[in-house]
């Protein structure tokens, strides 16, 4: 099978740009040239999680960890009553 098509992400501009260039040069792979375009701004962004904050899932991630805390500490008391 040949790749048709591949998303990449940049980390910089010019990694983008270099990229671009790329149409220009004609290079080959797999005697295939390579065609270099940007992509569309994406429409299919899920905006219904968008709204909660860091401060807000830090604390949610607080509750979290004290409601493991607390659910570790009745099974061991348990296992230990019931083990004498």
């Known amino acids: ?11 910089s501009e010019e990694g983008f ?8 040069n004609n290079i080959k792979w797999l005697d295939t040239v390579i ?15 968008l709204h909660v904050t860091s401060f807000s899932r830090a604390i ?5 960890v004290i409601v493991i805390i607390i659910l570790i500490a009745i099974s061991f ?3 230990v009553t019931l083990k004498n």
């Open 60 to 64: 949610r991630l607080f509750f979290v």
């Open 17 to 24: 740009q270099r990229s671009l260039k790329i149409d220009e």
């Open 77 to 79: 008391s348990i296992i």
């Open 35 to 49: 065609k270099a375009d940007e992509a569309p701004e994406p429409t299919n962004i899920i905006w219904e999680n």
């Open 1 to 11: 099978m040949r790749p048709v098509s591949a998303f990449i992400t940049f980390e």
